[in-house]
């Protein structure tokens, strides 16, 4: 039972264009999401995040938008560079819990095109 | 600075061996994760300490899985009769305050 999911395993994007990449969850308890991205032989690297309360973030071309109501979440990546390529997983918590461990998606592979 | 640090990067064994996998958090994070991530997965959470102890091993798949962390720095993982469906790429990740946790790059393990 996935309770966080990415649907897209992956999305081609032109440089300069916009990439949106979409998460959905099932646990009514997480209050705190999170984008990670990963490159081959790395470990993911935190990129942004977001509270229940909000429900939208942006921190320079990343922005993360928040439904709670569909239980949905996007990352938009404005402008998209090649340099963005990268697996991206979206990652959830329940911070009234103990230890804030992560439930991850299955993650999207992006591809922006020069 | 320093990240998260994991020893060794790849570790290949046979079936039924013993492995112990190491993982070096960012000095001064209290809290540290253990993560297995499968080929075409997300990674899955095993294991948390605060500390010195396990505050949470909920995701520890059986008992062939244990993992210490007795002075409250490094962390050992240790995969007792490993199996071919252990193989995956274990991921540590140390955190100082809530949510913002810090991967190290992976150890990836092979069970012929």
């Known amino acids: 039972d996935q309770q966080v999911k990415q649907n897209s395993p992956s999305l081609s994007v032109q440089e300069g264009r916009i990439s949106i990449l979409n998460c959905d969850y099932t646990n009514s308890m997480f209050d705190y999401f999170l984008w990670y991205k990963k490159y081959p032989a790395e470990g993911p690297t935190f990129l942004i995040s977001?509270?229940?309360?909000?429900d939208k973030n942006e921190d320079g071309r990343f922005t993360v938008f928040l439904n709670k109501s569909a239980k949905h979440l996007s990352l938009h990546i404005v402008p998209s560079q090649p340099g963005d390529s990268a697996v991206y997983f979206c990652?959830?918590?329940?911070?009234?819990?103990?230890?804030?461990?992560?439930?991850f998606g299955g993650g999207t592979r992006l591809m922006v095109k020069p | 600075g320093a990240g998260v640090s994991q020893t060794p990067s790849n570790k290949v064994t046979e079936k039924g061996k013993y492995v112990e996998l190491r993982c070096d958090p960012i000095?001064?994070?209290?809290?540290l994760y253990w993560y297995r991530q499968s080929l075409g997965q997300g990674p899955e959470f095993l294991i948390y300490?605060?500390?010195?102890?396990?505050?949470?091993d909920s995701g520890l798949p059986n008992d062939r899985f244990f993992a210490v962390r007795p002075e409250g720095s490094v962390s050992t993982l240790k995969i007792q009769r490993t199996e071919r469906g252990d193989s995956a790429v274990y991921l540590c990740a140390s955190s100082s305050k809530d949510n913002e946790q810090f991967f190290g790059p992976g150890t990836r393990l092979t069970v012929l």
């Open positions: 977001i509270s229940s309360i909000k």
């Open positions: 000095s001064g994070h209290t809290a």
């Open positions: 300490f605060q500390g010195t102890g396990a505050a949470d």
């Open positions: 990652a959830a918590s329940a911070r009234a819990g103990a230890g804030n461990m992560l439930t």
